[in-house]
Antibody
Framework: EVQLVESGGGLVQPGGSLRLSCLVS????????MHWVRQAPGKGLEYVSA????????YYIDSVRGRFSVSRDNSKNTLYLQMSSLRAEDTAVYYC?????????????WGQGTLVTVSS | EIVMTQSPATLSVSPGERATLFCRAS??????LAWYQQKPGQAPRLLIY???TRATGAPARFSGGGSGTEFTLTISSLQSEDFAVYYC?????????FGQGTKVEIK
């Protein structure tokens, strides 16, 4: 059974930093790209970042580029999202997502999410 | 960025009735379109990918259709567990984008 378990969320002041982790099991982590998707309270879904299977290629949406950094440790089956210079608008539940491929990579399995609250 | 627009925002349906949800892309996404179901306090769950392929575990009453820029999700006979928010998402281009969601509520 595929499992993705996020951790590291919490309350942080504007301008602060936080590192999210996602521990995965039930599939061969090193063979898959991985994605982060977020959802602000009461709002819709927004792609944040992606990383290739070997970690050499990354992607960020414009609003987080330069502030967020995605990485992975394939020996630990763990995905990370380092967030810095956090803003109120980064407040959201952050989901770790395992994609599958069919014409393109789409979100297949989702973690339960971890809540990040940016507030003074 | 491809903008995904869902309609209606809210759909009021009685149990046992048929529901059709719509999703429009601002440019062609070929067949690279997925649908997700989200219930309160839960993560989204994949229902449909490649426009019309049901995900593992998705009930047969869910079906997807369309191509290019116009897509539909049909629930043939609504069950109590189907009342939720549904999102479409294109994965043809980066950034991947989602529609704003359609809430299916009990009439």
């Amino acid at each position: 059974e595929v499992q993705l378990v996020e951790s590291g969320g919490g309350l942080v002041q504007p301008g602060g930093s936080l590192r999210l982790s996602c521990l995965v099991s039930g599939f061969t982590f090193r063979n898959y790209a991985m994605h982060w998707v977020r959802q602000a309270p009461g709002k819709g879904l927004e792609y944040v970042s992606a990383i290739s299977d070997n970690g050499k290629t990354t992607y960020y949406i414009d609003s987080v580029r330069g502030r967020f950094s995605v990485s992975r440790d394939n020996s630990k089956n763990t995905l990370y999202l380092q967030m810095s210079s956090l803003r109120a608008e980064d407040t959201a539940v952050y989901y770790c997502v395992k994609p599958e491929y069919s014409g393109g990579w789409y979100p297949d399995c989702w973690g339960q999410g971890t809540l990040v609250t940016v507030s003074s | 960025e491809i903008v995904m627009t869902q309609s209606p925002a809210t759909l009021s349906v009685s149990p046992g009735e048929r529901a059709t949800l719509f999703c429009r892309a601002s440019q062609s996404v070929s067949s690279n379109l997925a649908w997700y179901q989200q219930k309160p306090g839960q993560a989204p769950r994949l229902l449909i990918y490649s426009t019309s392929t049901r995900a593992t575990g998705a009930p047969a009453r869910f079906s997807g259709g369309g191509s290019g820029t116009e897509f539909t999700l049909t629930i043939s006979s609504l069950q109590s567990e189907d009342f939720a928010v549904y999102y479409c998402q294109q994965y043809d281009n980066w950034p991947r984008t989602f529609g704003q969601g359609t809430k299916v509520e009990i009439k």
